[in-house]
């Protein structure tokens, strides 16, 4: 049988994302069971306390196990981060530095939204590609830009690293990770029993454009402010190239090097 770890991690954000976790894999467990399977996995919650408030104390989880006791395990679910990334990383760095040994020798580890910067903080998403919560786009590029982030993506899979998008899109990654270790049948029974729809694969349609404004272009930004401050009005972007002085040409191309987006595409989202 192999082991599944749901970390639980210090100063918890998304409960939801653990119990979520917790209870399709539990279910998956019973179904082949029912089926005169084997179970799969025998399912952990471990972390580095006894127990750990979500919501300002309203709910508390306490972890089966601390992780200093678990010396192998085969697959690793990291939930979402408090979103005071430095912060987080900070509270569990032992986590961290679990979590990068479990994957040197041999476990696969998946990420839940904003968990993904754990995964990032250990080092094992450089040269790869990653999701995350939409909304955490540019702080996740500033702090880890040797990643390929992919911030549309639901879910990304490469080298036994998985990471999927914000919020409750986790649903979907946990029925494609339920296909990948029972089978089809079995992640379409746990998308019927919990009503998932499968196989989406972006989360693109649930984003709110923010743009991106980590860049170093002075007439970019006040085109970005100036868009933002008139998104009731009719904007020609000819209009808004000749108010910075810059051709229409040449403003699209600055837009699109300092934003990676064009301006029509600032505008609309």
């Given at each position: 049988?192999?082991?599944?770890?749901?970390?639980?991690?210090?100063?918890?954000?998304?409960?939801?994302?653990?119990?979520?976790?917790?209870?399709?894999?539990?279910?998956?467990?019973?179904?082949?069971?029912?089926?005169?399977?084997s179970e799969v996995?025998?399912?952990?919650?471990?972390?580095?306390?006894?127990?750990?408030?979500?919501?300002?104390?309203?709910?508390?989880?306490?972890p089966h196990t601390y992780?200093?006791?678990?010396?192998?395990?085969?697959?690793?679910?990291?939930?979402?981060?408090?979103?005071?990334?430095?912060?987080?990383?900070?509270?569990?760095?032992?986590?961290?530095?679990?979590?990068?040994?479990?994957?040197?020798?041999?476990?696969?580890?998946?990420?839940?939204?904003?968990?993904?910067?754990?995964?990032?903080?250990?080092?094992?998403?450089?040269?790869?590609?990653?999701?995350?919560?939409?909304?955490?786009?540019?702080?996740f590029r500033c702090m880890y830009p040797k990643v390929k982030l992919q911030p549309d993506k639901l879910i990304t899979d490469e080298n036994g690293i998985y990471t999927n998008g914000g919020a409750y899109s986790f649903l979907n990654l946990i029925i494609y990770l339920v296909?990948?270790?029972y089978d089809r049948q079995t992640a379409i029974f746990c998308s019927k029993v919990f009503q998932i729809e499968?196989?989406?694969?972006?989360q693109s349609t649930f984003a709110i454009f923010t743009g991106q404004k980590l860049h170093e272009d002075e007439v970019v930004k006040q085109a970005q402010a100036y868009i933002e401050s008139n998104m009731a009005e009719k904007i020609s972007m000819e209009d808004l190239s000749s108010k910075f002085a810059v051709g229409r040409r040449n403003f699209d191309r600055r837009f699109?090097?300092?934003?990676?987006?064009?301006?029509?595409?600032?505008?609309?989202?």
């Amino acid at each position: 049988m192999k082991h599944l770890t749901i970390i639980v991690p210090e100063g918890g954000n998304n409960l939801s994302s653990i119990v979520g976790t917790y209870k399709i894999f539990t279910r998956a467990n019973k179904y082949w069971k029912d089926m005169s399977k084997s179970e799969v996995f025998t399912i952990q919650l471990a972390g580095i306390s006894k127990e750990v408030d979500f919501y300002d104390g309203l709910f508390t989880v306490k972890p089966h196990t601390y992780i200093s006791d678990i010396k192998k395990t085969n697959l690793v679910i990291i939930p979402s981060l408090n979103h005071n990334y430095q912060t987080a990383l900070k509270d569990n760095e032992l986590l961290i530095d679990w979590v990068e040994t479990q994957y040197k020798n041999g476990a696969e580890i998946a990420s839940i939204c904003t968990g993904a910067f754990m995964l990032a903080a250990a080092g094992l998403l450089d040269g790869k590609s990653c999701s995350t919560h939409w909304a955490a786009a540019d702080s996740f590029r500033c702090m880890y830009p040797k990643v390929k982030l992919q911030p549309d993506k639901l879910i990304t899979d490469e080298n036994g690293i998985y990471t999927n998008g914000g919020a409750y899109s986790f649903l979907n990654l946990i029925i494609y990770l339920v296909e990948k270790y029972y089978d089809r049948q079995t992640a379409i029974f746990c998308s019927k029993v919990f009503q998932i729809e499968m196989d989406r694969n972006s989360q693109s349609t649930f984003a709110i454009f923010t743009g991106q404004k980590l860049h170093e272009d002075e007439v970019v930004k006040q085109a970005q402010a100036y868009i933002e401050s008139n998104m009731a009005e009719k904007i020609s972007m000819e209009d808004l190239s000749s108010k910075f002085a810059v051709g229409r040409r040449n403003f699209d191309r600055r837009f699109i090097k300092a934003t990676g987006n064009t301006p029509v595409e600032f505008r609309n989202g």
